[in-house]
């Protein structure tokens, strides 16, 4: 800032000495307005960044220290926690069964005031524990069904743009490493552009795909592919389906053809973990009209808020089985409850 000054100053040779230094109090009360203006802003940026850290019980223990928790207080602070919920993407239903074991569990029994943080941390994670629903290995289930009959069936369906296509490929991609066979079914035939990238998957992954032309009957392809399977001895067939919309009657009842003909062993519903409540409504309407047997979450990396996990996992009553972290193959993480129950600052 000064050699700043020192600069302007010998610029300044011609005018009066006067002039000088009024001038050179002006361009330092400037710069130490900039500079406080500066300091002040990244204060509030570090205190932004901060807040966003905060994990969800933060943000619960905040609203709580500072409560006795008698039913008068708890109905009034549940209001503000549950605006909390809310923008964590938790669905209402659940948030209803969140507040009704927490009230259950907090006051039935008076709490010592320095234990209350403890005694709702406790609570809180006793009820998320008990929402999400327990997941499974699904190649240790795949090696178990193989011993009784193949090929094993897996049909995987989803809204447009959820990322069903790459799903499937990393689900290839670890049959593969635990040494089981499996073919590729494109049965999306209502974009062509779906075959030519499960095609991509299919070259680099070294697993053969069946394919009709663009426009075939998805049910056609599900069956050849299941046909082909059984034929060559291979172990799973994983059928991808066009991407659509629950409320599309006519691409559901096609859903449901496809699974008539390839009688599948799973039925796996694919969304994306950052459209919150979308996710767990785009996932409620498939259950309803197919059932569902487990579900892949992807774009968990950047799903900042998880309330996608804990509400598709409580409308559904179905197992997430997956958690797409990334575009590699490898960038799939089995569902952990205890690593979410983490994420969450438990």
Known sequence: MFKFLKEKIKNWFSKSSKKIEEEKKEEIEIEEKKEKKKEIKENKKVE?????????????????????????????????????????????????????????????????????????????KKSIDRILVDSYDLVEKIKEELKKEKPYKIVFFGINGSGKTTSIAKIAWLLKKNNITCILAAADTFRAAAIE?????????????????????????????IKHAKAEKIDVVLIDTAGRMHSNANLMAEMEKICRVSKPNLKIFVGESITGNDATEQAKKFNDAIGIDGIILTKSDVDEHGGAIISVSYITKKPILYLGVGQKFEDFEKFDKEKILKLLGF
């Open 48 to 124: 932004e960044t901060k807040e966003e850290k905060e994990s969800l019980f933060d943000r619960f223990r905040k609203k709580f220290a500072s409560v006795k928790l008698n039913e008068e207080h708890f109905e009034k602070v549940f209001e503000e926690l549950e605006v909390i919920l809310i923008e964590n993407s938790i669905a209402i239903e659940v948030i209803e069964k969140i507040k009704e074991e927490l009230k259950k569990e907090l006051l039935d029994h008076p709490i010592e005031r320095k234990k209350i943080e403890d005694e709702i941390k406790y609570a809180l």
């Open 197 to 225: 990238q499960l095609a991509k998957h299919s070259s680099v992954l070294g697993i053969e795909m069946i394919k009709h032309d663009y426009g075939a009957d998805p049910a056609a392809v599900a069956f050849d592919a």
